[in-house]
């Protein structure tokens, strides 16, 4: 035992001489390998053999050494890779960020930016609760109040211009709190105290507005700008009295146009422009309303203040872009444009409103002023060619309306059509895409405008007349102006971006197109309703010409898509076309019937429906041949190509043509009745109830029905065995079996009809007529079928094969 036990640990320490060994080495070969670069020491993935594992033997034991060989294979990284770079996204800034971008140091905002502005407002707001505290306790008698207010002010004057030259910011943000109190302050002496009349509160308010504005031209800060025009345009309504002057209060506001407009202009201030516009704009409109609802609307001063003001900004916004050649900003041509609508519509309204006819006159004085100024501007001063682009499209909108601005009413839906055209051809000429968006919203309202002007055909309590009337030409301006929009927008093909709208050229010319299509259509029926209503007493006869024109209509835009292929158009148009041809199945068949008993009963003789009805039947032959030829050379319309399309196509032509004979007849068989008898059972003075009216429409029916029951069983059976005899030979021809299934059916309802219905109470001749020629018929269909029998079955053969 002793030796056996000695044997197994030599055994074992010889066994640990060898794993210390193989640890050296495993530890050499992966120090060697982390020194070597790792291309060299990696190998691709797929190429690496797995690591075997070390066993070492005893004679009692056997273990698995993967310590290390495990280690070195981690130790291995993957093969390089280099990912392809992704798109960064870069997310919208919020306002806050943005915020924290420009003031990084949010100690140094709030204590020299934002505390100081709260400071002045605490202090205005702390004197003047101190005021109103003494004058509670009585303290101060009421001058000593304004003078207390007047001493504040100068106070926190004198402190801000001891500030100025190390604290500009600061001491501007003073200023404009000493101005507000100043106009505080007189205004509550002007209304609470009554210290002085309206005249020197209206002179001290002036000068304390001057001040103002050489306050801020020494300190030469925007925000003292604004604020001097708002204490000024304020200065009238602090000290109003209600008496409405509007010459005083608008010679100031010119004046003050004028003063601050000028310094806007040698320190560039365009944020004073366009807060004058605007502030400018809605008092003059807002009192505009005013007097004109309380119809105390002085006309010739409004025009002449009007006129001013048109001037002062027309001027001005060019002023600011010539001291310099600028270009001019989006801003400046919105202001333009938007002067110039409004003294449009305020010089139409204030003429219309006066009762003058001068409106032409105004239309076209305004083309020659933009014409004049365009022309300066362009070879004196060399403006900007997109300023003179619009000026110029502004001449030839104005005088273009200059002819049908005479007209009553309707001005605007032409205005907004000449003005859709012109921005378009602005954004062709400048370059300019956001003149496009104007141009569609203008279109948008013009369509709009049009359609409320529409409604005058019902409302309007003068009769127009015909097509020269101001509705008709409205709506003829409207299609010219899509048409021109069409025009220019038609070498555009590629999207363009605007702001964050994408205008698609392509889709919003097919919108033209169907704007176009639908205004014309409806400008047109709209005029043949009213005028046929108000010049035709026959009513029948009246819906003859609007049924005529949608027929017409129809088959001219059709034939007009079909030939410049527009397929999207064409199918509508078709859909169209079969609605109508059913309407006239269903309805308007009977028009010329309807016009003859009308005829008779008001004692009149019109034959519009009678004559009319050949164009629709000739519209009708167009559509009918239009979708057969649709039908046969595109079956991808399974709608035309269906089983049940020919029947309906058959039907429809021995219908339409059913009816011709049936129209024709009573059309020459009217004279047939009895005029004195059916004056004798209806007196004339009854002829306004509409109980009698009926009945004499039911009398005359059933006179009528006489001569219709020998149509129908004389002239329908030979129409029909003809129409049978047609189909059969077209549908051999072409080998159509449906077709000639539908022959063949055709003959044999005419034969039961033959007799079942039409040999009774029927005339010796007709029932001879009838017989003779449709026996004929039957006949030769018969012959016909005999002779091309083997055609036939052929094709019945060819057919079976070829389903097998």
Known sequence: MNSKFKNLQDSFYRMNESISELKKE??????????????????????????????????????IIVEKPLEVVESISAPKYKPEPKPVYIPKKSWFETFRENNPDLEKFVGENLINKIGILILVLGISFFVKFAIDKDWINEPARVGIGILAGSLVMVIAHKLKKNFAAFSSVLVAGATSIFYFTIAIAFHEYQLFNQTVAFAIMIVITAFSVLVSISYNRQELAVLSYIGGFAVPFMISTGDGNYVVLFSYIAILNIGLLAIAYFKKWKVVTILSFILTSVLFSSWYTTELYDNKLPHLGALLFATLFYFIFSIVIVLNNLRNKGVFSGIEYGILVANTFLFFGLGLGIIHNWGINFKGMFTLLLALYNLVYAIILYRKFGLDKNAIYLLIGLVLTFVTLTIPIQFEGNQITMFWAAEAVLLFWLSQKSKINSFKIGAIIVQFLTIVSLMLDWQKYVFNENQLSIILNPIFITGIIVVASLVLSYFILKKEENNSKIFSFTFNAVFYKKAILIATTFVLYFTGILETIYQSNQWLSNSSSALSFTVTYHFAFTAIFLFLVSKYKNIIFRNILVFIALISTLLYVVWFYSLPNKEIITNIIQGSKVNYAFYLHYIIFGCLIYFGFQIYRIATTEPKLKILNSKIAPWLFVFAIVYVLSNEIMTHSLHFSQDNIDKVEFANAFPKTNSSDYYIVYEKEQYLDFKFDTIKRQIIKIGYPILWGIFSFVFL????????????????????????????????????????????????????????YQKIKKLVVDETSKNESHEN
């Not at 060697?32 to 033997?57: A, F, G, M, N, R």
Request: hydrophobic share 50%; charged share 25%.
């Open 26 to 63: 495993l530890d050499a070969k992966t120090i060697q390998k982390k020194d070597k670069p790792l291309e060299q020491v990696v190998k691709p993935i797929e190429e690496t053999k797995p690591i075997e594992p070390v066993v070492v033997e005893t004679p009692k034991v056997k273990q």
């Open 729 to 784: 030979i077209i549908g051999i021809k072409q080998q159509w079996k449906n077709l000639r299934i539908i022959a063949l059916s055709l003959l044999g309802l005419t034969i039961i009809k033959l007799f079942a219905y039409d040999i009774n109470n029927v005339s010796e001749t007709g029932k001879i007529i009838a017989f003779i020629l449709l026996g004929v018929l039957i006949l030769i269909i018969s012959f016909v």
